[in-house]
């Protein structure tokens, strides 16, 4: 009753072999499935790169490209960056934890109201370099939202 819905999901995003059995198939994958899923997933990760790398300076998109990941020293004013850590090493903020078998993915929200109270950290989760920097990472250019995970690197301490 459901092998039309997963032979539809192995070119979606199906990826659990629980919830398509068809994704676990060791016949099928033998035969390449699992490597012709990841090929597509990456070509078309790609092509969406391509189309969104006008948003970023070419060297942070090519240092992207070859470490897979961005590195930016300075990238806040060192005014801003002082304030940015005196707000948010100075007050309880809440945290919500995810745990996927070994992995812990730990997040705090960052409603308005909290952004009202802190010009700095607003100013560095509005940023539109940084937001286009994560938009490139992730290959998503038209999300309305982005979680985003901002990394504090110190200055020489």
């Given at each position: 009753?459901?092998?039309p819905?997963?032979?539809?999901?192995l070119?979606?995003?199906?990826?659990?072999?629980?919830?398509?059995?068809?994704?676990?198939?060791?016949r099928?994958?033998?035969?390449g499935?699992?490597?012709?899923?990841?090929k597509?997933a990456?070509?078309?990760?790609?092509?969406r790169?391509?189309?969104?790398?006008r948003?970023?300076?070419?060297?942070?998109h090519a240092f992207?490209?070859?470490?897979?990941?961005?590195l930016v020293?300075?990238?806040l004013?060192?005014?801003?960056y002082a304030?940015l850590?005196?707000e948010v090493?100075?007050?309880?903020?809440e945290a919500?934890?995810?745990?996927q078998?070994?992995?812990?993915t730990r997040m705090?929200m960052?409603?308005?109201?909290?952004l009202?109270?802190?010009?700095?950290?607003?100013?560095?989760v509005?940023?539109?370099?940084?937001?286009?920097?994560i938009?490139?990472a992730a290959?998503?250019?038209?999300?309305?939202?982005?979680?985003?995970?901002l990394?504090l690197?110190?200055r020489?301490?």
């Amino acid at each position: 009753m459901k092998a039309p819905l997963w032979v539809l999901g192995l070119a979606g995003t199906d990826k659990s072999p629980r919830k398509n059995p068809l994704l676990g198939s060791e016949r099928l994958n033998t035969w390449g499935l699992h490597k012709k899923r990841v090929k597509l997933a990456a070509d078309m990760a790609a092509a969406r790169r391509a189309r969104l790398a006008r948003l970023v300076a070419p060297e942070e998109h090519a240092f992207f490209d070859e470490n897979g990941y961005f590195l930016v020293h300075d990238f806040l004013p060192a005014e801003v960056y002082a304030q940015l850590k005196e707000e948010v090493f100075n007050q309880a903020l809440e945290a919500r934890e995810m745990r996927q078998g070994q992995a812990v993915t730990r997040m705090t929200m960052l409603p308005p109201s909290l952004l009202s109270k802190n010009p700095a950290l607003a100013q560095a989760v509005r940023d539109s370099r940084a937001l286009n920097m994560i938009r490139y990472a992730a290959s998503q250019g038209g999300i309305r939202s982005v979680l985003f995970k901002l990394c504090l690197l110190s200055r020489k301490r």
